[in-house]
């Protein structure tokens, strides 16, 4: 499968249909194989003790599974978040950012599945793991 | 299974120790049978179209299954979410609050199951569905 | 929503699809609200210790949810899993069925979301909850 | 970490442990980073179409799950599975074995998680991913 989108344009994009999260996230990198994404520390999402909120996690997982869904589909505003699973493995580190690495496993005619592995920037070992699946509108362009 | 805390003093104890979410949340009803929990429709937590987001639906499942499930354990902040499976089934109605309908399946000694179904106010739908498992603290007095 | 098949109706479809897995489960009730389906504790399916085994209680879930989707649908060989989770609770009572309570939450055009919970026969204690995601084939005769 | 078990010893402690599905899965390779576990194809796994049924995919995933961790945990019959989430993603290949790549994600006191993609020999693209949950009891031997 090759990309539609490159990350700036995904960025541009993001920021015009998600405009009340602009400036949470942004795009490390985009290629076909792998999206890295990061959630910027940021007060507002933190638990007792400084570290990221489970909500927050949450987030990070379903925004990166749109965007790598996205990366293959083209522009589609209106692809709706039909499951996830998450497992929650590890306290991330206070004041670090939060990476999330996102894989497409299935892009279907009508359903994508995301692989996301989120950790600790500069940490080794992941703090949660994600599954999600979007349903894709089926008008939507993937000629 | 008998309630140990009431609504009342568990509000205080939710503010108390997630005060970053003061006002975004509030308990309609808790008994050992089941309890509603209201996610306040608010500016911030909406996706284009006006409805209610998924981060917000997820957040208020979590709340929800915390919730339900310190109303056995006691007050214990550091439970923590080791996993949620959320299906995301309907667009929620723009303008309405969504309710949480949480149950504890199970109450072991070191996890709970809880599962939740989420409704916009008035409509007899499910929105969205979820599961999730609550680590708790060995030394949490559950005598 | 109405049902479209019949309990007996349903038994002789099932036998007809899937032949390997004749006499394993039945139907008990069938209704619009809910379906309770049967798994005969078996010899092959038991773990050491004499309770049935986890794959066993994945088997029930998944044909109780296609059971109760099809109610719905309408004969249709064709619908496919695509996605299960599934929460082991209680270990079940040696020596006793096991009963999945199903019930539909989400039936929409090319997805259904089902709710089930698995009892040891006599016991109020569920062992085991799923929710599972079958995708029903576009030109199922849902009219 | 490191493994205490190597896949010869398993093998005979699989067999002792789960009679039942004896010659039904094998080891293909087992290391620190990755455990490749093989179901072997066999008519009563089979659904209509020749190809290997969602139950069998489940056992093979739980099994590879089990097997992952006790590698890390030593001999331990009585860890059990507390949660198993998986997505179907495409039909397996009719005639072909399945293969589960499993790898650990976590290893705590009393649970682990255990990430498994499952694919047709051959085929370079994913069947089903699985994520699973085993609580381990307390005095098992991880010193």
């Known amino acids: 499968?090759?990309?539609?989108?490159?990350?700036?344009?995904?960025?541009?994009?993001?920021?015009?249909?998600?405009?009340?999260?602009?400036?949470?996230f942004s795009i490390d990198s985009l290629s076909a194989e792998k999206l890295v994404m990061r959630l910027h520390e940021d007060e507002k999402?933190?638990?007792p003790g400084g570290t990221v909120s489970g909500p927050a996690m949450f987030s990070l997982a379903d925004v990166a599974a749109y965007?790598?869904?996205?990366?293959?589909?083209?522009?589609?505003?209106?692809?709706?978040?039909t499951h996830?699973?998450?497992?929650?493995?590890r306290k991330p580190e206070a004041g670090k950012d939060v990476l999330a690495h996102a894989r497409v496993l299935k892009l279907g005619k009508t359903l994508s599945v995301t692989d996301v592995l989120l950790y600790s920037e500069g940490s080794p070992k992941p703090v949660a793991h994600a599954s999600l699946?979007?349903?894709?509108?089926?008008?939507?362009?993937?000629?």
């Open 67 to 81: 965007v790598a869904t996205m990366g293959f589909v083209g522009k589609e505003a209106l692809a709706v978040t």
């Open 45 to 47: 999402h933190l638990r």
């Open 133 to 143: 699946t979007y349903s894709i509108p089926p008008f939507a362009n993937r000629a």
């Open 84 to 89: 996830c699973s998450i497992d929650f493995m």
């Open 1 to 24: 499968m090759e990309l539609k989108i490159a990350a700036e344009e995904m960025t541009e994009f993001l920021n015009e249909v998600f405009p009340q999260v602009k400036g949470m």
